[in-house]
């Protein structure tokens, strides 16, 4: 199992490239586009407080389950919002 932190880590690696992203399409996107990316920035923010928060506080018992449902509830949002993403840049 990998260490906590480190977790945390790559989770804030990977939100701050989905807001790096999100920032460089409000910047070349028409004003169309800019509410849909800034519901899509609030999704990033609040993926990452969520799963920070649930590392923070691990279920005792089942823990290799607790993180296997912890990386694919992760994988699932941050797909949802590179789904969203790709609708804001057509």
């Not at 996107?29 to 990033?44: R, S």
Request: hydrophobic letters at 35%; aromatic letters at 6%; a positive charge.
């Amino acid at each position: 199992m990998a260490k906590r932190r480190n977790l945390k880590k790559a989770i804030n690696h990977i939100s701050s490239e989905l807001f790096a992203e999100c920032m460089y399409l409000k910047a070349t996107a028409g004003e169309k586009a800019q509410e849909a990316i800034d519901e899509q920035m609030v999704n990033i923010l609040r993926l990452q407080n969520e799963h920070i928060s649930r590392i923070s506080h691990t279920e005792p018992g089942n823990v290799k389950g607790f993180y296997k449902k912890l990386r694919t509830d992760f994988s699932a949002g941050v797909s949802e919002i590179v789904e969203g993403l790709k609708k804001c840049a057509e």
